[in-house]
């Protein structure tokens, strides 16, 4: 089975991996495969392979949300988890409230600013 190119939506391209002829109409109403929050117009994301036990099948990701399946979370990024030697959590956001969505924009956005990094 082949998993073809990546396929995404919203108003612009967010990268060299979206390719013109793989643009597709933004699934409004559908679930986030990662937060659960429901895509509205306007919103940006890519459709990517899932394997599940009945098969693959293409779901739905915002950007910052797929993207943050890479980055790690926000204590992982700063270096404060396990991984590291730290002791922070997963969804350590050091006492701010962020839904998940919102902690994986702010993941992203530190992941792309390395001075923003601890231990950087």
Request: glycine residues 10%; hydrophobic residues 35%.
């Amino acid at each position: 089975m082949s998993l073809g190119p990546i396929q995404w939506f919203g108003p612009a391209a967010f990268g060299s991996i979206c390719e013109p002829a793989q643009h597709r109409p933004t699934p409004v109403g559908q679930a986030c495969h990662w937060c659960g929050e429901i895509f509205a117009l306007g919103d940006t994301g890519m459709l990517a392979m899932h394997l599940e036990y009945e098969g693959c099948r293409r779901v739905p990701w915002h950007r910052e949300c797929f993207l943050r399946t890479i980055s790690g979370s926000v204590a992982h990024v700063q270096k404060r988890c396990a991984c590291y030697g730290g002791t922070a959590r997963e969804n350590d956001t050091q006492g701010m409230i962020l839904t998940r969505r919102e902690e994986a924009a702010l993941a992203v956005k530190l992941w792309n600013v390395p001075e923003q990094r601890a231990g950087s």
